[in-house]
């Protein structure tokens, strides 16, 4: 099949084209699928986006009697490092403090929780096209 030039410039163009889905959408798109990616692993979700006056946390679920909380982070490039790499460490300490409160509210302050990353690549169409999962990563 012959393509004309406008054709092909087209295509090209819509390659290289970036995303315009919002960082909203796009995190949306990436919890969406962490979650499924998850529960296909065989994690119990029990939360999502779960606020208190302290912060959030994206995701709160159970695996072998563990209670795990998990970052999910995104990146579309690692050029200025993984997703996994832009938890600092005042973000960890604030996914600990409300880690904390989501224990006291439910209850569960003798269980063992752990601390999960989920690092998603997004392609430049916005989808997700790798999961990196870092059990216990903090």
């Not at 909380?69 to 993984?82: I, K, N, P, Q, Y």
């Not at 997004?122 to 096209?129: K, L, M």
């Amino acid at each position: 099949m012959i393509r004309s030039r406008d054709q092909q410039e087209q295509k090209i163009s819509n390659k290289q084209a970036p995303s315009v889905l919002s960082k909203v959408d796009l995190g949306k798109i990436g919890e969406d699928a962490a979650v499924t990616w998850l529960q296909a692993k065989g994690m119990l979700v029990l939360a999502r986006n779960y606020r208190c006056r302290i912060g959030e946390i994206d995701i709160v679920g159970e695996m072998d009697g563990i209670l795990v909380v998990v970052e999910v982070r995104g990146r579309s490039s690692d050029l200025w490092g993984t997703a996994a790499e832009s938890i600092s460490y005042k973000k960890r300490k604030k996914i600990r403090q409300v880690a904390s409160v989501y224990l006291g509210q439910h209850d569960q302050t003798d269980r063992i929780c752990r601390f999960d990353v989920l690092s998603l690549r997004y392609s430049p169409a916005g989808n997700v096209e790798e999961i990196d999962w870092i059990p216990d990563a903090f």
